[in-house]
């Protein structure tokens, strides 16, 4: 038998070892990835022993994540032939016959020919090189060249490493800046996003640095459990991919036992969480050493060479500032001062300091639970901390790396680490509890208990995870955390009512008329008192404003603060049952009387802006454009607007139509108003007058709007990503006394409102007023409807409306 032959003969052995490896299924894991690695040991020192014959001063070594025997089913193999500089040609053909079986079998080879000068020279040019490097492990050949050549590594990255390590860092934040944070990614990479793979990868070369370490606690299990996931992804999918897509994630939850990809989620997520706390705290001390390094000389060279402590300065009972962290003091006992924790917090968040990881840990080891209910200080410090903005994000996090939190909250077990499958929301559930807490900080001079406010918007979506509607979910739960935290039966239920009601202001200021009297009241009688209102309105912005960009604007502002006014009048018991309409604005009565004289449609644009916003004081955020129609009224009025805007591509964002009475000295028929807020898919606007000719052929029925639609989206089909939840459309019960309340919650796609209305005039339902919106990719919309005879639709009716306008948008 020929050299070839043995070499082939191998080359199947190995190829049926591994298939039998990937697919008997009685290893997983860390285990299956170490045989793997074993296997592959075998077979590639097998290969080089037959193809190197008698060549001397030449090994095979692993480098990179086959250096560390981390093998995943679809990884690539990382080798590098190492020699001591030998004939080039003999050099160049044994590579040959070492790299030609492996792509035969159709893996994946990343690979490097060097000398030991070569690859230290490599390295220290590329930091990727040499962070592969210091994981090589020898396979086969000389293992003299290979140990030399890992010491001299190791070696140059121990003395460069106070240069090379802030280059580490800032390759990491950059990374992290095309990625993402993996604990907040619906599709995460499982290896580049921020909390990654990379990062743990990271975090080794830190430590062999012998200049800074990471936290160990869960590390290992951290990154063995991306590592898991990651199998399984390769194995499911059969591609090399890192990133979780989300029509993977229940294959790959099945095949790891986890009950859905929600469970999936979780588990990446707690892993991320752990790898990213372990990074801040590793880079924030490479900092610290790197900084005391350079301050050191001076010192020496001031103080006659005498050790110089960092100063101490006290903070709060038992809590001291050290070297820029926040630590305990030598006299605090945790173990007899139950409040600690949340002081030691509350101290650091004040001050914008991180709180030391050793004190944390320490607290964790040894502080004493505290007593049910809470002491008035405990309930203090926990506003305080709560209270401190931007800084207690990073205090909450250090808090709840050590299982502080849960020990404080048990409640909050069931949100922490939890995904929310909806593209309004960039956080999972704590996060986001968290950052409406920093949003709620900076609302507090707005109301009488800010304390109230802050614990609000800590609790406010503590309901989610549980069955049914999370806000009645939530009350219960808020009341008996009030309870433990300390707070009086009067408190508890104002706290309760706020979460019960989080989203009551802003769901019906965007969704119900605020003219009708009904809706008025059943806010007021909702919110109770005119305190709770005021809390209700701040964190109901809290809250919107921490979901994501989607979710509030100046416009949502301000017809939340009308909502409040209107109901902070009705408390006040000073709002007349039937309230006068709001009066015209020159603008709406010039396009009524317009309309009115001309029989036909009339038109205004004009552009809209936001104030500066903080970030960026001076420039203002696009709202696209303000478009105010005046129609007489007549059938058809929504579905025609609404299809030329359509086919004009532009996006609908707000709508509102009502009727307008006409002026003083104008007799005739009504008028309506449509006041749209409207933006261009792309390109430049249409011109009014463009509009308005292509409005009226709607109107007279010589435009065939779904037929232009349908032949767009034949020339220009529509990219199609995951598969949106169906539409929902339901009748608000007791919503108004004068119509109909039909709720539609859909996916938005253009014609989405087009549709709407074409289906609600084949209904002969007459639509006496609507208000539309759309947060990212969800349309939520309300349409106050009528009878022929402008009464209420019976119940019967109204619920088989809504049927068949939901069938319809299923279609």
């Known amino acids: 038998m020929t050299g070839a032959d ?24 860390q285990p299956r990835r170490t045989s793997l690695a074993e296997l592959t040991d075998g077979w ?21 994540g086959y250096g560390r025997g981390e093998l995943s089913p679809r990884s690539d193999l990382d080798l590098l032939l190492l020699h001591h500089g030998g004939d080039p040609e003999e050099i160049a053909a044994l590579a040959d016959r070492l790299w030609y079986p492996v792509w035969d079998l159709g893996l994946a080879l ?59 860092c800032e390759l990491c934040a950059e990374r992290a800046e095309r990625q993402g944070e993996l604990r907040y990614l619906l599709e995460p990479d499982l290896k580049e996003a921020r909390g990654g793979l990379r990062d743990a990868t990271a975090l080794r070369a830190v430590a062999a640095s012998w200049l800074a370490d990471a936290p160990r606690e869960g590390l290992a299990d951290a990154r063995r459990r991306l590592l898991d996931v990651r199998d399984v ?89 050290q070297d820029g962290e926040v630590g305990l003091a030598r006299t605090a006992r945790p173990e007899h001062d139950p409040v600690l924790p949340l002081r030691a917090a509350a101290a650091a968040a004040q001050a914008g300091l991180p709180l030391s990881p050793h004190a ?107 069955p049914g509607d999370h806000c009645a979910a939530g009350e219960p739960i808020a009341a008996e955390v009030a309870g433990r935290i300390g707070l009086d039966p009067a408190d508890t239920r104002v706290l309760a009512t706020l979460v019960r009601h989080h989203l009551l202001l802003v769901r019906t200021a965007t969704r119900r008329d605020l003219d009708d009297p009904a809706t008025v009241r059943a806010v007021a009688e909702a919110v109770g008192t005119q305190s709770t209102l005021e809390l209700l309105h701040a964190l109901t912005e809290a809250d ?45 009565e010039r396009l009524a009387i317009e309309a009115f004289r001309t029989g036909g449609p009339a038109l205004a644009l004009r552009a809209r802006t936001e104030p500066p916003v903080e970030e960026h004081p001076g420039e203002p955020e696009p709202l696209g454009v303000e478009l105010l129609i005046a129609v007489p009224d007549q059938p058809g009025v929504l579905p025609s607007v609404a299809g030329v805007l359509a086919t004009h591509r532009l996006t609908v964002r707000t709508a509102e139509l009502r009727p307008l009475d006409l002026p003083d000295g ?98 002969k339902l007459r639509v006496r007023s609507a208000h539309v919106s759309t947060l990212g990719a969800n349309a939520v919309d309300a349409f106050y409807v009528t009878g022929p005879a402008g009464d209420p639709l019976p119940d019967q009716e109204a619920a088989s409306v809504a049927r068949r306008l939901e069938e319809a948008l299923r279609t």
């Not at 590639?44 to 990179?64: C, D, I, K, S, Y």
């Not at 979780?266 to 900092?287: I, M, N, P, Q």
């Open 6 to 29: 043995v070499r082939g003969e191998a080359e199947k052995g190995y190829a049926a070892a591994r298939l039998r490896l990937l697919t008997e299924g009685t290893r997983s894991g």
């Open 44 to 64: 590639l020192a097998e290969l080089f022993t037959a193809a190197a014959g008698g060549l001397r001063g030449v090994a095979l070594v692993a480098v990179g």
């Open 110 to 168: 990343d690979h490097a020919v060097r000398t030991p000068a070569e690859a230290r020279r490599a390295a220290r040019e590329d930091l990727k090189v040499q962070l592969g490097l210091l994981d090589a492990r020898h396979l086969a050949g000389d293992l003299g060249l290979t140990t030399a050549l890992r010491t001299a590594i190791l070696a140059d990255w121990r003395n460069q490493a106070p240069g090379r390590l802030p280059e580490l």
């Open 233 to 321: 992804l390769h194995l499911t999918t059969g591609r090399a991919t890192d990133r979780l897509a989300l029509q993977d994630q229940d294959q790959v939850a099945a095949e790891l036992g986890l009950p859905d990809a929600d469970a999936l989620l979780r588990e990446v997520y707690e892993a991320a969480r752990v790898l990213s706390y372990a990074g801040d705290v590793t880079w924030r001390e490479v900092g610290r050493v790197l900084r005391s390094r350079a301050v050191r000389p001076r010192l020496r060279a001031l103080l006659g060479g005498g050790k110089q402590l960092a100063e101490r300065t006290p903070l709060a009972e038992g809590v001291v500032e």
């Open 360 to 466: 944390v840990r320490h607290l964790a080891a040894t502080a004493r639970p505290l007593p049910t209910p809470w002491p008035a200080e405990a309930r203090e410090q926990l506003v305080t901390l709560l209270g401190s903005g931007r800084p207690t994000v990073e205090v909450w996090e250090a808090l709840e790396a050590e299982g502080l939190i849960t020990r404080l909250l048990p409640d909050w077990e069931r949100v922490r680490c939890r995904p929310q499958r909806n593209a309004v929301h960039r956080w999972t559930v704590d996060r986001h509890l968290i950052e409406t807490a920093v949003r709620a900080s900076a609302l507090t001079r707005r109301v009488g208990r800010p304390d109230l406010l802050l614990v609000a918007a800590l609790l406010h979506d503590i309901g989610k995870g549980r």
């Open 544 to 588: 919107a404003l921490a979901t994501g960009p989607a979710a509030w604007s100046s416009w949502r502002g301000s017809l939340v603060t009308d909502l409040v006014g209107r109901v902070r009048a009705v408390l006040a018991g000073d709002m007349p049952d039937e309230p006068e309409p709001a009066a015209p604005t020159a603008e709406q």
């Open 666 to 763: 104008v007799d005739g028929g009504s008028v309506l108003l449509l006041d749209w807020r409207v933006a261009a898919e792309y390109g430049a606007l249409p011109q009014a007058a463009r509009l308005r000719a292509d409005l009226v052929r709607a109107l007279d029925g010589s435009l065939d709007i779904a037929g232009r639609l349908a032949e767009r989206d034949a020339a220009y089909p529509r990219r199609h990503g995951v598969a949106a939840p169906p539409p929902r459309v339901t009748v608000a019960p007791a919503a108004s006394r004068h119509a109909t309340v039909i709720e539609v919650r859909a996916q938005d796609a253009p014609g989405l409102l087009f549709r709407i209305g074409r289906a609600l005039e084949d209904a």
